[in-house]
């Protein structure tokens, strides 16, 4: 197994492939640590166009739990992890329809799996979208 500063781990799962490719494919036991890498060595731009495979992973990831689920919901979906305006201008280049999805996913982290980081994200943010 390579170590944690292994991008090109990352490079090699995502390169040349859609996000709907790789969902179509998606075994979470062997491709969890590699979207778990994602979430640190992907661009925000890139980032951006995966989140639909994320949002996509976290909803089949009901056996086992794996880290990447949280760490993209922390990274990316949370504001108290990203100065105000980093997370602005990242979570404002969603679509209103796009918002309205994030926001029930996010409502779906902290209502049924009892996420504490999406709890309060949907406090301070997320539910004014709901």
């Keep these: ?71 993209f919901v922390q990274a990316y979906l949370c504001p108290d992890f990203r100065s105000h305006d980093d997370f602005l201008n990242f979570i404002l280049r969603f679509s209103d329809a796009q918002l309205l999805m994030l926001a029930q996913f996010m409502s779906y982290e902290s209502e049924i799996l009892k996420c504490f980081h999406a709890s309060k994200a949907c406090v301070d943010f997320w539910d004014t979208y709901l």
């Design 1 to 71: 197994m390579k170590g944690l500063c292994d991008p090109e781990l990352v490079h090699d799962f995502f390169s040349g492939r859609t996000w709907d490719d790789i969902a179509a494919s998606l075994k979470l036991k062997n491709d969890s640590y590699a979207l778990e890498l994602g979430v640190s060595f992907l661009s925000e731009d890139e980032f951006f166009y995966y989140i639909p495979l994320y949002i996509y992973a976290s909803l089949h990831n009901k056996d086992e739990f794996f880290v990447f689920e949280s760490d």
